[in-house]
């Protein structure tokens, strides 16, 4: 019995069902980001997503929904062989701005409150201290898409700061301007927040195992809200990891090998 196992069977209360979860080191961190944004997908109606290049853990909680049995449309712009797209971005810009694209997902170098991002870079215009990506269609797909998910693994200061220094993508726009999506859910690799763009702000929805309210919030640059006792993110099931190992990692693993190497062990058959 590994400690975490120890404390939740001495937890007053505990149900079998919660006994029986896998314990905190028998999943990876991955794991547990990828079923929160599929649990995240589910909590509103999705028809179509789009995800984006080098975005393997979204990309594993789309093809879980798949494995699960929901009926979903995926557009995956960097999978290798099977691309939908024929003329690159364009199409998928197209299709967004058509309202046809349910739900994309974006990252950042710097996310702040507001659920602004930073793909540029820090220091003076144009970001010459620490270079970023760069912004590419952020911006529109923010504006367009149904709504995003914004996910990062790091979870700190650096990451999720007070003000971006640089916004690529704003979350918040001003009244009168027209803008049908915004940010559900910011997931990291400590918590999940979710976001409010009437108020412009976040509330912490959960933390991860092993981590607190004062935890999460000595980690973050930003202001966020708590409203009552903050939950623990739930752990993936054991049906959950059996998929995203098994034929989730199937479908991935062409484009993203490195990825599966590193979290399952799988490497691309020659």
Same mark, same amino acid.
């Given at each position: 019995?590994?400690?975490?196992?120890?404390? /939740?069977?001495? /937890?007053?209360?505990?149900?079998? &069902?919660?006994?029986?979860?896998?314990?905190?080191?028998?999943?990876?961190?991955?794991?547990?980001?990828?079923?929160? =944004?599929?649990?995240? *997908?589910?909590?509103?109606?999705?028809?179509? =997503?789009?995800?984006?290049?080098?975005?393997? *853990?979204?990309?594993?909680?789309? #093809?879980?929904?798949?494995?699960?049995?929901?009926?979903? +449309?995926?557009?995956?712009?960097? &999978? +290798?062989?099977?691309?939908?797209?024929?003329? @690159?971005?364009?199409?998928?810009?197209? !299709?967004?701005?058509?309202?046809? *694209?349910?739900?994309?997902?974006? @990252?950042?170098?710097?996310?702040?409150?507001?659920?602004?991002?930073?793909? *540029?870079?820090?220091?003076? #215009?144009?970001?010459?201290?620490?270079?970023?990506?760069?912004?590419?269609?952020?911006?529109?797909?923010?504006?367009?898409?149904?709504?995003? =998910? !914004?996910? /990062?693994?790091?979870?700190?200061?650096?990451?999720?700061? &007070?003000?971006?220094?640089?916004?690529?993508?704003?979350?918040?726009?001003?009244?009168?301007?027209? +803008?049908?999506?915004?940010?559900?859910?910011?997931?990291?690799?400590?918590?999940?927040?979710?976001?409010?763009?009437?108020?412009? +702000?976040?509330?912490?929805?959960?933390?991860?195992?092993?981590?607190?309210?004062?935890?999460?919030?000595?980690?973050?640059?930003?202001?966020?809200?708590?409203? @009552?006792?903050?939950?623990?993110?739930?752990?993936?099931?054991?049906?959950?990891?059996?998929?995203?190992?098994?034929?989730?990692?199937?479908?991935?693993?062409?484009?993203?090998?490195?990825?599966?190497?590193?979290? #399952?062990?799988?490497?691309?058959?020659?």
């Amino acid at each position: 019995m590994s400690a975490a196992d120890g404390l /939740r069977a001495q /937890r007053p209360g505990a149900s079998t &069902k919660e006994l029986n979860r896998p314990a905190p080191d028998s999943y990876r961190v991955e794991e547990l980001l990828a079923v929160s =944004i599929a649990r995240l *997908i589910r909590a509103r109606p999705t028809r179509h =997503i789009a995800v984006g290049a080098a975005s393997p *853990i979204p990309a594993a909680a789309c #093809w879980l929904c798949v494995k699960q049995g929901d009926p979903l +449309r995926l557009s995956l712009l960097h &999978k +290798r062989s099977g691309n939908p797209f024929t003329e @690159g971005s364009r199409e998928l810009f197209d !299709l967004t701005g058509q309202g046809r *694209i349910d739900l994309f997902f974006l @990252g950042g170098g710097e996310i702040d409150g507001q659920a602004n991002l930073n793909l *540029i870079g820090t220091g003076e #215009w144009p970001g010459m201290g620490v270079r970023f990506p760069g912004s590419f269609g952020s911006a529109f797909m923010y504006f367009m898409a149904g709504r995003t =998910i !914004l996910f /990062r693994e790091e979870h700190s200061p650096r990451v999720l700061v &007070k003000q971006v220094a640089h916004i690529s993508a704003p979350g918040i726009s001003e009244p009168g301007v027209y +803008r049908p999506g915004h940010a559900q859910a910011l997931v990291t690799g400590r918590c999940i927040f979710h976001f409010h763009p009437e108020q412009g +702000r976040f509330s912490l929805a959960s933390v991860h195992a092993g981590e607190t309210v004062e935890s999460v919030r000595a980690m973050t640059g930003f202001y966020f809200e708590v409203e @009552g006792e903050v939950p623990e993110t739930p752990a993936p099931t054991p049906d959950e990891l059996a998929l995203l190992r098994g034929t989730v990692c199937d479908e991935m693993v062409e484009t993203y090998p490195e990825f599966c190497s590193r979290v #399952w062990g799988r490497a691309q058959a020659a």
